[in-house]
């Protein structure tokens, strides 16, 4: 089964993250996952829990702070296959459109 999560690891600091959450995304290439990065975490789709926690835990050993923030929200089906693609299928079926608004 596919095990779905959100996951967000960023370095608790004042200036920009984005070198430190680039190390972060660039951790889970080391693993069986496919993951997509947005602006508030990265999507993260692996067959078996054991592979998400340790791409998970990798990205978090990644960035380079005195303190990091990471928070792992974990969706795991475990009475069927779907991919995180399928759940956004799901909801544009339900609206009847796309389910974004991009201002527009």
């Excluded at 997509?36 to 990644?62: K, R």
């Excluded at 795991?76 to 759940?87: C, F, M, Q």
């Amino acid at each position: 089964m596919t095990v779905i999560a959100l996951l967000s690891v960023a370095p608790v600091i004042e200036d920009s993250m984005s070198g430190e959450v680039a190390k972060a995304v660039e951790a889970l290439s080391e693993f069986d996952v496919t993951y997509e990065t947005n602006p508030m975490g990265t999507v993260i789709e692996a067959d078996d829990s054991s592979e998400l926690f340790a791409a998970a835990q990798a990205a978090h050993e990644a960035v380079d702070a005195d303190r990091v923030s990471t928070v792992l929200k974990i969706d795991d089906t475990r009475t069927k296959d779907r991919s995180a693609s399928d759940k956004v299928d799901a909801v544009e079926a339900k609206l009847g459109r796309p389910p974004t608004n991009k201002g527009e």
